[in-house]
């Protein structure tokens, strides 16, 4: 099916700086979520955008919804050593739709 | 309970060995969906239920891949003739509502690592 294309594939930082990951795709998606899986985890939701250039934060994290629904960005401020794991994006085929399709995910490991 | 329960954890089956992997989403969550994870890769859909009913088996990499959920709550997804190629963690994920609404939050198990020796 449908790819959704996550770059980059791996991310070091330092303690303290900031992390984005970015997801693209070539077809308009309905919605996007994003899933982080800890080190030998399992995929954990952590939100879901529905609206062209949605903005949604949780705490250190900003989620956006481009305007074209085309791409996502996923942007950690003052990363943690918490923070360590791949992170997902995932998208429906439209409203309705089951199935998720996975992107390849950003692994991001933290230095402290 | 609290969260979707898979068991075995791990699995080391010999080549041709026959698998069953068990899945005991949360209850009361319509969906179930099976997922096939490669080392370094993200998760890849194989089959998906909505209550007892497959409606999509179209992930599914062969027909040794058998899933079922006959009263529409613990499914089981069942591996014939194993080969060394079906290594990999199979997760198990269910959501509340059903096809045809928005898509909600998938909540996944554990996983079940499989490794065919």
């Known amino acids: 099916g449908q790819q959704v294309m996550q770059i980059p594939q791996y991310q070091h930082v330092q303690e303290g700086e900031d992390f984005t990951t970015y997801c693209n795709s070539s077809t308009t998606l309905s919605n996007i979520q994003w899933y982080k899986q800890r080190p030998g985890g399992h995929p954990v939701f952590l939100i879901q955008l529905v609206k062209s250039g949605e903005v949604k934060k949780q705490k250190r994290l900003t989620f956006q919804f481009g305007e074209a629904k085309k791409n996502s960005s996923l942007h950690i401020t003052a990363t943690q050593t918490t923070d360590v794991g791949t992170y997902f994006c995932?998208?429906?085929?439209?409203?309705?739709?089951?199935?998720?399709?996975f992107g390849k995910g950003t692994k991001l490991s933290v230095i402290p | 309970g609290a969260g979707v329960s898979q068991s075995p954890r791990y699995k080391v089956a010999k080549r041709g060995q026959d698998v069953a992997l068990r899945c005991d989403p949360i209850?009361?969550?319509?969906?179930l969906f099976w997922y096939q994870q490669a080392l370094g890769q993200g998760p890849e859909f194989l089959t998906y239920?909505?209550?007892?009913?497959?409606?999509?088996k179209s992930g599914l990499p062969s027909d040794r891949f058998f899933a079922e959920r006959p009263e529409g709550s613990v499914s089981t997804l069942k591996i014939q003739r194993t080969q060394q190629e079906d290594s990999a963690v199979y997760l198990c994920?269910?959501?509340?509502?059903?096809?045809?609404?928005?898509?909600?939050?998938?909540?996944f198990g554990q996983g079940t690592r499989l490794t065919v020796v």
């Open positions: 209850s009361g969550h319509v969906s």
């Open positions: 239920f909505q209550n007892e009913a497959q409606l999509d």
């Open positions: 994920a269910s959501s509340l509502r059903g096809q045809g609404a928005w898509n909600t939050e998938a909540f």
């Open positions: 995932a998208k429906s085929s439209g409203a309705g739709s089951y199935q998720l399709t």
